[in-house]
């Protein structure tokens, strides 16, 4: 009979779960506010218990000591994960921003229940198809499949908190902006384009009504741009959580 120190049990059950937890606190739709914590809780210990098995003979005893340094490193990559696919959704939220200003909702915010914040509606419009495509593309389980398969490639107690890492991790705001400008880009070249013919306008013909007509016309030009483009989202989502992936693929090959 093959007896397993309880020490070792113990610290393999931390250090999955807490990669898991990590992946909880961050990732879209499952480390949304709407999902209770118990059940976040639940899903993290049975997928401890499904990983443990495959996952046990390749940990190394730790001294316990370092168990709080391997607590921390096994978070950080957890939210690691949590941050390459949020990425897409807080872009997807800056674009809809942008086109409020530009159509003319920006006063026009309702209550985000996933963020429990109000944000306008442009925004929301924007959130809430992002969330449908990314769970019609069964993204969240990438996710789990990706993390499962982060203990084989990056075993706990094995990560190295590298500089190049930090600064992988750190740099990811950039692409947000990034993101979201290229998501807003037909909308927002159009509306932009529309600003520059009506102050042409109004500089040729002053007696014009551009005041009460221009919001209109940008409304109704930027939803029939927006409406046009929408059968093209989901392959732009697919590919924009491809590349999500793979940034935390990288994060990985950088934390080695």
Known sequence: MIKIPLADVIQAFLAISVRLSGLMLFAPFLGSVVIPARIKAG??????????????????PLPLGEWPLLVFRELLLGVAFGIATSIVFEAVQMAGQILSIQ???????????????????????????????????????WLLRAIGNSFTYLPPGTAQLTRPFAMSLVGSGASILLVGVQIAAP?????????????????????LPLMMLGPAVKSLLGLAILFSSLKYWPDMFRNLFLESMGYADRLLHLAR
């Open 187 to 207: 909308v927002l070249s159009a509306t932009l384009l529309t600003d520059i013919v009506l102050g042409l306008l109004g500089k040729s013909s002053p007696q």
């Open 103 to 141: 159509m003319g909702y920006s006063l026009v915010n309702i209550l985000d229940p996933t963020t429990q914040v109000d944000t306008t509606v442009m925004a929301m419009f924007h959130q809430s198809l992002a969330m449908l495509i990314f769970l019609r593309l069964d993204v969240h389980l």
């Open 43 to 60: 899903l993290v210990f049975l997928l401890t218990v499904l990983l443990y098995p495959m996952l046990s003979r390749s940990l190394t």
